[in-house]
Structure formats: C-alpha cells, structure tokens
C-alpha cells in the first residue's frame, strides 16, 4: 500500500481532531525560494497543528467563471507569473490531487453548482505556501475556484457548506492579501516593513473586525471607506479571507501571525482559527 492509498483510506476514517483554518498573506512569488520571516511563519504554523489527510485550497489566483474544483490525480506545478529568476520557474510542487475529496466537496455545495476540473492544477497562490507547510509534497492538494461574477457574500456562504470537511482531517487555506494594491507598490521598499497611511488604516479596521465576530463589516468592504477602496482595488486576494471566516466556529480562537507590511500598499497578515 502506497502513501497515497493510506491517506484515502485514513481521510474516509474521518478526524478525532476538527482541523484548523488557515488564511495565508502570500505576497511575492518570491517568498517560495527566499528565506525570511514571512516563510519562517508559514513553516512554525505547519509544525503547530495537526498533519492533515488533506488541503483544500482557495487561491486569489484562480478565478473562474462559476464555482470548481480540481479533481485530477496529479495536479501540475503552475508558473502563473513573469519576470522572475529561473529558480522560481525550476520550482515543483509534486502534490497528489484527491479527486475523491473534490467530488465531497462538489457534494456539499448545494448552493451553487460546482464543476470538476481536470485542466489546472496548483498555482503560485497555493504552492509557493503549502510548499513551506508540507515541503515533502505528501499530502493531497485540490484547489476551488473563485467565481468573479458573484458578491462577497455568496463567497462567505459558499464557505459555510464546507465546514464538515474540517471534521474529516481536511486543512482548508484561503490564500491572498488582506491589502493588495500592486499599482501603488513603492518597489525600493519592498523587501523592508513599509505602509502607507491608508494601508495601516485598512489592516488594522480589518484585524479589529476579524478579531471583534464583526463579519458583516468585512462582507460589505465596499462601503468602508477610502482606505479600503485603496486596499482592495479588485476583490480577488481579499475573498480568500472570507472563506476561512466563514468557517470560524462561535468559540475558536483566531491568532494573527506574519502581521506585517511590505513595499507600502502590501500585508502579509496571516491568520489561523482553531478550537480553543
């Protein structure tokens, strides 16, 4: 029997533990070779929580019309980026799929109609993180889609259907930024801890929400204000956080990590729920 096989096998078991949620600032694809803080806190959470049988990832990076999820056997590494060094490029993920979980999740989703894809893969949204938590690739990665014709709300509901995968030892990660303005980047400061005014306004209203149950706040971003608009001039890195918010039980805790920002209009800010 194949490791592959014990996973199916010990992920059907279902889990004594409810597994944590996780929300990921990814930042430069960069950070999937570099050493630095921000990896170094990738790396710490991994250790800190349970192993998963599984990791359902949602990538800013895969935007879709309509709502899917991987369901191939063995996701390719995707390149989804230009104009960085050849050693990003080298960079494979070797991940299995898990086609049994993606047609679980398919399953649970009654909401909205979900479709199985068999042409993605893993992008840098999903990779160059999951990559620190798990470097030896031996735990099964499907990735579901953002579909950029809906609201935040049905993202944030959407996410609710999915919570019993935490029972069944399924890691689900959001990955994005929680302020992402790539045509405001001051790019001489992007390797130090740097923020424009708007950009700390923004994150720190969006940890006070986060922390204070004040979801409604962050679903209706839109109406908060200029330095939100700042933060999220397109919504794509912001909803993965509505995902891992809306599985947020009334009594886990939340614990903020990787809090910092970088080349001004850019934060790291990572966040793990679990059980208290």
């Known amino acids: 029997m194949n490791l592959k096989d014990l996973n199916k096998m010990t992920s059907n078991l279902g889990n004594t533990v409810k597994m944590p949620v996780l929300f990921l600032g990814h930042g430069s694809p960069m950070n999937a070779i570099e050493e630095n803080e921000f990896v170094q806190g990738f790396r710490k959470v991994g250790k ?8 359902l990832c949602i990538s800013a990076h895969w935007e879709t019309r309509g ?6 056997q063995n996701p390719r590494t995707i390149h989804d980026f230009g104009g960085f060094p050849q ?3 080298d960079v494979q ?3 299995p799929g898990d086609p049994e979980l993606a047609q679980e999740t398919q399953k649970l989703i009654t909401k909205a109609h979900v479709g199985l894809d068999d042409n993605w893969g893993l992008d840098h ?6 990559k620190h938590l798990y470097p030896n690739a031996d735990i099964p990665v499907i990735q579901m889609s953002i579909d950029y014709s809906q609201p935040a709300r049905y993202h944030y509901e959407l ?8 029972q069944k030892g399924v890691l689900i990660i959001g990955s994005g930024n929680m302020v992402h303005n790539l045509r405001m980047v001051a790019w001489n400061k992007l390797n130090e801890e740097f923020a424009f005014d708007w950009a700390t306004e923004a994150n720190e209203k969006m940890k006070s929400h986060i922390l204070s149950g004040d979801h409604q706040k962050l679903i209706d971003f839109k109406s908060q204000g200029k330095a939100f608009d700042l933060a999220i001039p397109t919504p794509e890195h912001y909803l ?3 995902y891992a918010l809306a599985l947020r039980g009334g009594k886990e805790k939340i614990t903020l990590f990787n809090d910092k920002p970088v080349g001004g209009s850019l934060t790291m800010t990572s966040l793990k729920i679990e059980e208290a």
């Open 48 to 55: 800190d929580i349970p192993k998963p049988h599984a990791i």
């Open 67 to 72: 709502t899917f999820v991987t369901a191939m």
């Open 87 to 89: 050693a990003l490029f």
């Open 93 to 95: 993920y070797p991940a």
């Open 125 to 130: 949204g999903a990779w160059s993180v999951i």
């Open 159 to 166: 996410a609710k259907q999915i919570n019993s995968l935490r």
């Open 240 to 242: 993965p956080l509505l």
